[in-house]
T-cell receptor, first 112, second 114 residues
Framework: GENVEQHPSTLSVQEGDSAVIKCTYS??????FPWYKQELGKGPQLIID?????GEKKDQRIAVTLNKTAKHFSLHITETQPEDSAVYFC???????????FGAGTRLFVKA | DSGVTQTPKHLITATGQRVTLRCSPR?????VYWYQQSLDQGLQFLIQ???????AKGNILERFSAQQFPDLHSELNLSSLELGDSALYFC?????????????FGPGTRLTVL
């Protein structure tokens, strides 16, 4: 069945460094890839998304890249800050599909 | 604030009991999704409703059921509760029924079964 693998499961970086989280999907029909940030005790919040007609999208310190041939997409956070510490989830879905598949999550720690 | 509301925030109950979780979607959203998140786990899709009708089903147990009402709010009913049902339950909403439509999540209900 459809699957989204997310790596790493835990990531620790120093404040100011960059963080990269990678996801691989199995359904070649997938064409929508959102990223969510979940802070402790809160629901997941959409931080950025990308559709398959573009290869990269940027929003201030956050960027997402998509490689449809390799079926993987990545989240890049530059100049990390302590408030970036959270669990990040990638997800994939397809037009005509019936559900969104989420990765297992990456716990990001940003050390001050 | 996503605009999705969930009540109650916390729920503590005993094994064998039945509870109801409530969700109100964002204004204008017609789809409601329910997810279960166990401790340090990912998001497990349970069920989706669109404009009052069941649209898609995931890993939802037979002891669980849901419905969406004419005013578009949704309820998730959990019965014959077991210790393993303790988890965070999230509701999300989107504008349409399409799986490629952005989902906005509520703050969740933390269920503890003792």
């Amino acid at each position: 069945g459809e699957n989204v693998e997310q790596h790493p499961s835990t990531l620790s970086v120093q404040e100011g460094d960059s963080a990269v989280i990678k996801c691989t999907y199995s359904d070649s029909a997938s064409n929508y890839f959102p990223w969510y940030k979940q802070e402790l005790g809160k629901g997941p919040q959409l931080i950025i998304d990308i559709r398959s007609n573009v290869g990269e999208k940027k929003d201030q310190r956050i960027a997402v890249t998509l490689n449809k041939t390799a079926k993987h997409f990545s989240l890049h956070i530059t100049e990390t800050q302590p408030e970036d510490s959270a669990v990040y989830f990638c997800a994939a879905s397809s037009t005509g599909g019936f559900k969104t598949i989420f990765g297992a999550g990456t716990r990001l720690f940003v050390k001050a | 604030d996503s605009g999705v509301t969930q009540t109650p925030k916390h729920l503590i109950t005993a094994t064998g009991q039945r509870v109801t979780l409530r969700c109100s979607p964002r204004s204008g959203d017609l789809s409601v999704y329910w997810y279960q998140q166990s401790l340090d786990q990912g998001l497990q899709f349970l069920i989706q409703y669109y404009n009052g009708e069941e649209r898609a089903k995931g890993n939802i147990l037979e002891r669980f059921s849901a419905q969406q009402f004419p005013d578009l709010h949704s309820e998730l009913n959990l019965s014959s509760l077991e210790l393993g049902d303790s988890a965070l339950y999230f509701c999300a909403s989107s504008r349409t029924s399409a799986s490629t439509d952005t989902q906005y999540f509520g703050p969740g209900t933390r269920l503890t079964v003792l």
